[in-house]
Each structure stands twice: as structure tokens, then as C-alpha cells.
């Protein structure tokens, strides 16, 4: 057993995401509290929905309301989905001090609008339903993934433009630590 390389107990350099701006933790904060009550909400409303089934609901349950099933099951699984985006994007933040705050409050604003109207467009859908089709709250749904798609795009834009700190590479760890 080799014991002459000791690990070192500090991180190596460049292994901790930049200090962000005071602008930057705000809008990080703000996504944050969002996205973890966004999930709160929605694993409540999928906890309902268990209870729904398990209480024999009719107006769940029955065949004649399977699209009403459908559409609240959607809304359940992505609005959790998306809460789990917003924490995400929040987390994301610290990486990108230097973003431009035009976009990156723009892509912040698409992700939040989405975590509302895509959710929202599946439960209204089956909240209303007629003759086995959605409700007209459905119609929600492409704008919501259009402003889906636009903040997920800002934010890789952001990475793309942004060169990441590179993880030292083991040999290069092993290498430094035999020279000691």
C-alpha cells in the first residue's frame, strides 16, 4: 500500500463556480422560490390525485372521464417536471455571472411562464371536457412550449458562450501530488 500521496483537503483551482453579481443572485433566488414551491404544489396535486383513485371518485375514474384522467395526470407529471427546471435554472445561474441581464431575466421569465401554462393547459383541459376531447384550456399548451423551448435555448446560448472552468484531469492530480 502506497501512502506517500496524501489527498489534499482544498478543492483544486477553479473548481467553484465564479462569484455571481447581486443581480444575478437575485434572479437565481427568485427562480429558486419558485421552482421548489412550484414542486410542492404540483406533488401535492399529484398526492390528490392518488387520493382520487383510491377513494373510487367517479368523476376520476369513471371511462367516460379517462380524458379528464389523462390531462390531470399530464398536469401532474409536468408541472413537477418543470419545478424541477426552475431549481435548475436557479442553480445554473452561479455559473453564468457575465450573462447578459437582458437575456438571461428573459429566459428566467419564459421558464417560470412555462411551469404555469404547461401544467395549467393540461388541468384546465380536463377540468372541462367534451365528448372525450380537452376543454378549451389545452390551447395553453403550445405557447407554454414555445416559452419552454425559448428559455431552455437562452440558457444553453449562455453555456455555449461562456468557456466552463475544465476539471483537472487525474493524471494531472497524480502527477502534482508525486512531486510533493
Not at 442553480?91 to 404555469?116: H, K, V
Not at 404547461?118 to 416559452?147: E, Q, R, T, V
Request: aromatic letters at 10%; charged letters at 15%; hydrophobic letters at 50%.
Amino acid at each position: 500500500m502506497n501512502t506517500s500521496i496524501k489527498p489534499t483537503a482544498e478543492p483544486p483551482p477553479n473548481s467553484k463556480p465564479p462569484k455571481p453579481r447581486p443581480d444575478v443572485e437575485a434572479v437565481a433566488r427568485k427562480q429558486l422560490h419558485f421552482g421548489w414551491w412550484s414542486l410542492l404544489v404540483f406533488l401535492t396535486l399529484g398526492f390528490i390525485l392518488e387520493a382520487l383513485h383510491a377513494f373510487k371518485v367517479g368523476a376520476y375514474l369513471d371511462v367516460s372521464n379517462s380524458t379528464r384522467r389523462l390531462m390531470w395526470t399530464l398536469a401532474h407529471a409536468h408541472g413537477t417536471l418543470l419545478a424541477l427546471v426552475n431549481i435548475a435554472f436557479g442553480l445554473t445561474l452561479q455559473w453564468l455571472p457575465a450573462w447578459e441581464p437582458r437575456l438571461r431575466d428573459f429566459a428566467s421569465t419564459c421558464l417560470i411562464a412555462a411551469t404555469l401554462l404547461i401544467p395549467g393547459g393540461f388541468f384546465l383541459g380536463g377540468a372541462y371536457i367534451h365528448a372525450g376531447d380537452p376543454g378549451i384550456g389545452i390551447f395553453l399548451l403550445p405557447l407554454g412550449a414555445l416559452l419552454l423551448f425559448i428559455g431552455v435555448l437562452l440558457t444553453a446560448r449562455g453555456f455555449a458562450e461562456r468557456k466552463l472552468p475544465s476539471a483537472p484531469s487525474p493524471t494531472a492530480d497524480a502527477k502534482s501530488l508525486k512531486g510533493k
